[in-house]
């Protein structure tokens, strides 16, 4: 299961962007049923790109993260390779496209 990076303010979420090149930041609410189901998931999908860092944000803790990247609404994941965002995948996920996703731009950025 991939590590989750608890990120609860700007600067560490810069930090963490920083740090690592190849990043995913997954943003959810407390309150928020589907944020609650798809983290698991998310975990083990990601446990099979072991370059890939997990950071997640409670956006009613973070209330910033919204306008630093534009989200409306929750869950939202983002990839962000080298503090550019390449995916962007909110509220209702197919895991199946998602990982297809995933392991293009893993397999274009490792080669």
Do not use: N, W
């Amino acid at each position: 299961m991939k590590e989750v990076y608890e990120l609860t303010a700007i600067r560490e979420i810069e930090d963490f962007l920083q740090q690592h090149e190849l990043s995913f930041l997954y943003i959810s609410k407390p309150d928020c049923s589907t944020c609650h189901a798809l983290l698991p998931k998310l975990k083990e999908l990601l446990s099979h790109y072991p370059l890939i860092r997990l950071g997640h944000i409670d956006a009613s803790t973070v209330e910033e993260v919204a306008g630093k990247f534009l989200i409306l609404s929750a869950p939202v994941m983002l990839l962000i390779i080298e503090q550019k965002e390449y995916l962007r995948e909110d509220r209702f996920v197919r895991f199946e496209e998602l990982k297809r996703k995933l392991d293009q731009l893993y397999e274009a950025y490792t080669q």
